[in-house]
């Protein structure tokens, strides 16, 4: 099994909400990611989680905030975003060396209003 | 610096033609993957190549990693409709220490096969 999950599908949400994107995997994965997607344009990395711990942030302003309660769960809070963050956010996770190859979620299609 | 090109961008052919995606690097990299995408979905992992020269086929989608391990191909040989999406290569650039968690992505190539 190499799914991981995301929730919600969509969502829609004002400049002034505070909302959160959900993301599971259950194949003992160690590392966790959160990307945002363009439309055809490839994945850019917000951040990786690392044995639960925040190992990178891409500088990504702090209106997005990553939480990684356990070694299956991922979240990404979101508060007082701009129009300009509505894209695709994607999860993905990966076990171990030598490859680190990653298996993606569904992706969540956030619009920002 | 874009540390994978990949062309081309944009490749719309006719169902039954052969095609092939590039995927190059001045960097040597210990593993490189292709994905496909299809609209509003997570990209899926079609492949990982992890030793110089390897080649590895996936029914009608042959890959290859250059000797070298700085490129590699994708080629799908009688195209059919289905095979329409974003053809992603990604890879882990070699000796990047605590960065090895991170994949360098191709800019991508979206493919439209016409019936």
């Known amino acids: 099994d190499t799914e991981v999950t995301q929730t919600p599908k969509h969502l829609v949400m004002g400049m002034t909400n505070k909302k959160s994107l959900k993301c599971e995997q259950h194949?003992?994965?160690?590392?966790m990611y959160w990307y945002k997607q363009k439309a055809k344009k490839p994945p850019e990395l917000m951040f990786v989680y690392s044995y639960e711990k925040l190992s990178i942030n891409e500088s990504v302003p702090s209106r997005f905030s990553p939480e990684c309660p356990n070694s299956s769960l991922l979240n990404l809070h979101l508060h007082a975003l701009q129009p300009e963050d509505s894209a695709l956010y994607l999860c993905a996770s990966s076990l171990k060396p030598p490859t680190y190859e990653q298996y993606f979620g569904p992706g969540t299609r956030l619009t920002v209003t | 610096t874009q540390l994978l090109e990949q062309s081309p961008q944009f490749l719309s052919i006719q169902e039954g033609e052969n095609l092939t995606v590039y995927c190059n690097s001045s960097s040597v990299f210990s593993s490189l993957q292709w994905y496909r995408q299809e609209p509003g979905e997570g990209p899926v992992l079609l492949v990982t190549?992890?030793?110089?020269?390897e080649v590895k086929k996936l029914k009608r989608l042959t890959f290859q990693f250059g000797d070298a391990r700085k490129d590699s191909s994708l080629h799908i040989t009688a195209a059919q409709p289905g095979d329409t999406g974003l053809y992603l290569c990604?890879?882990?650039?070699?000796?990047?220490?605590?960065?090895?968690?991170?994949?360098?992505f191709g800019k991508g190539t979206l493919l439209t096969v016409n019936p």
């Open positions: 194949m003992g994965h160690r590392a």
């Open positions: 990604a890879g882990q650039v070699r000796n990047t220490g605590g960065s090895n968690y991170k994949l360098t």
């Open positions: 190549v992890v030793t110089g020269g």
